[in-house]
C-alpha cells in the first residue's frame, strides 16, 4: 500500500511518518516479553511521578496544532494524551494483546500520538488530508461524524482516523492482526529526530517480540 501526505497538513505544522510491519505474530507471549513489559510500565510509573500535563511542549503542541484549524481542547482530546491522563490515574489500560502493550508503552514513553492499523482491513491506499466534506465514520460502536477543514487519514473508500483523536473501528488491529500500518506524529515542538528515534523504537519492539519485516514508507 502505499502512504500520502498532503502538502497542507505539512503546512500547518504536522509531521508524521509513516511505516509498515509484516508477517508478524500477535499471539504467542514469552516470559521474555512478560518480563520486558512489567519492567516497562514500572519505569514509566518513575518517570511520570508529579508529572504535569499542562506545562508538557509536545502535549501542547499538539493543542496549538488543533487551534489552527478550529478544534476545541475539551471534546478532541489526543490519543497520547488521553492515554497518559488515564496512566496517571492508574486507569486499566487495553493490554489484551502485545501489538496493545507494546503501543501503551511506546506512547507514554515518548507522549506521541502513534496509530496502528490492520493493513487488511484498510481498503487501498491511505491519504493524510484536509477534508473538505463532513465524513461519517464509527468510533466505539457510534457513528460521528467530522468537520470541514479537520485533518484526516483516509483509505480508498473510508475514513480511517481523524486527527489524533479517534481512529475508526474499520482498521483496529486484534489478536489475529498480522500486517500493521503504523503512523507517528510530531508536531512543531517536537524535531524530526526524535520522530525517527520513536519509529525506530517501535520497529525494534515490535519485530523483537511480534517478528515481522518493516519498512519505513513515508518519512
Not at 523504537?201 to 518493516?214: D, K, N, Q
Request: charged letters at 30%.
Amino acid at each position: 500500500m502505499k502512504f500520502t501526505v498532503k502538502r497542507e497538513v505539512l503546512d500547518l505544522g504536522l509531521k508524521v511518518v509513516g511505516l509498515t510491519i509484516q508477517n508478524i505474530d500477535n499471539q504467542k507471549v514469552t516470559k521474555k516479553f512478560i518480563n520486558f513489559k512489567e519492567k516497562a510500565y514500572e519505569e514509566l510509573k518513575e518517570k511520570y511521578q508529579n508529572f504535569d500535563i499542562e506545562t508538557d511542549l509536545i502535549l501542547r503542541g499538539f493543542n496549538k496544532l488543533h487551534r489552527k484549524i478550529g478544534i476545541k481542547r475539551r471534546k478532541n482530546t489526543p490519543v497520547n494524551e488521553n492515554i497518559l491522563k488515564r496512566f496517571l490515574k492508574d486507569e486499566q489500560l487495553n493490554t489484551n494483546s502485545k501489538l496493545n502493550d507494546i503501543y501503551n508503552i511506546v506512547t507514554l514513553d515518548s507522549r506521541l500520538p502513534i496509530a496502528f492499523h490492520d493493513i487488511d482491513k484498510i481498503d487501498g491506499n491511505v491519504t493524510l488530508k484536509i477534508t473538505k466534506a463532513i465524513l461519517t465514520y464509527t468510533y466505539e460502536g457510534e457513528e460521528k461524524t467530522t468537520n470541514q477543514g479537520e485533518y484526516v487519514y483516509t483509505d480508498n473508500k473510508s475514513l480511517i482516523y481523524r486527527l489524533e483523536t479517534e481512529q475508526s473501528q474499520k482498521t483496529l488491529i486484534d489478536e489475529n492482526t498480522k500486517n500493521i500500518f503504523v503512523t507517528i506524529e510530531g508536531n512543531e515542538d517536537t524535531s524530526a529526530e526524535y520522530l525517527m528515534e520513536v519509529t525506530e523504537e517501535i520497529i525494534y519492539l515490535i519485530t523483537s517480540y511480534c517478528g515481522g519485516t518493516a519498512q519505513i514508507i513515508y518519512k
